[in-house]
Each structure stands twice: as structure tokens, then as C-alpha cells.
Nanobody, 124 residues
Framework: VQLQASGGGLVQAGGSLRLSCVAS????????MAWFRQAPGKEREGISC???????YYADSVKGRFTISSDNAKNTVYLQMNGLKPEDTVLYYC???????????????????WGQGTLVTVSS
């Protein structure tokens, strides 16, 4: 599985961005997909993940502001980020878990394929 993330950029506080991650490889619906973020000197944080059948999870830090979705026809997972805050400034990574494990979990050690990071910068 190869992953290509995009969509990062500079936005003002309160603004929105949509991250995309295109996957190539096996049947997309067999994966769990997730978005992580990592600040310098900190552990990689799982902020949202989605199973192949649409179950979702959100970390408390983003719940109500971020929405994960997937388009199986396009082999793409999205992260719609609304109400961005300066503390959301960090590198974001998409990841795939293939084959999917149950129950769905957003733990970095559970994901075996990673895309490159895309930087989100939120100005105050």
C-alpha cells in the first residue's frame, strides 16, 4: 500500500482545510485509514480513523471540529478540518492498517503503512 497525502497549508485561526490521502494497492475498503499528527518532541497522536465499513473515531482534541470520510471509488480518505486553532499547527500523516484489525483503534503502532507528512499552519 502506498499513500500520498496532500492539502496542508497556511490558514487563519477559525478557518478550514481539507486533507486528502490517496491509497494505491489492495482493495481500499479492506483497510482502516487514519490521520495522525506529530509535534516536535512529542508522540504521534491519532486524531481520527475510519474502518473499511465506515466506523469512525475522533480524539477529544478534534471532536466536533474535524470530520473523516472516505471515498472507496477514489481510494481516498479525507480529513475536513474546521474551526482550526493555532495549536493544530503540526505535521499531519495519513496511515493505513492492512489488513484491518478489530476493534478500530487510532494507535500509531497498529498502522503499517504511512504517507509523507503534510504541514498545517494556523496563524492567530
Amino acid at each position: 500500500v502506498q499513500l500520498q497525502a496532500s492539502g496542508g497549508g497556511l490558514v487563519q485561526a477559525g478557518g478550514s482545510l481539507r486533507l486528502s490521502c490517496v491509497a494505491s494497492g489492495r482493495t481500499f475498503s479492506l483497510y482502516a485509514m487514519a490521520w495522525f499528527r506529530q509535534a516536535p518532541g512529542k508522540e504521534r497522536e491519532g486524531i481520527s480513523c475510519v474502518s473499511g465499513i465506515g466506523d469512525t473515531y475522533y480524539a477529544d482534541s478534534v471532536k466536533g471540529r474535524f470530520t473523516i470520510s472516505s471515498d472507496n471509488a477514489k481510494n481516498t480518505v479525507y480529513l475536513q478540518m474546521n474551526g482550526l486553532k493555532p495549536e493544530d499547527t503540526v505535521l499531519y500523516y495519513c496511515a493505513a492498517q492492512d489488513p484491518q484489525r478489530w476493534p478500530l483503534a487510532c494507535l500509531a503502532g497498529e498502522y503499517n503503512y504511512w504517507g509523507q507528512g503534510t504541514l498545517v499552519t494556523v496563524s492567530s
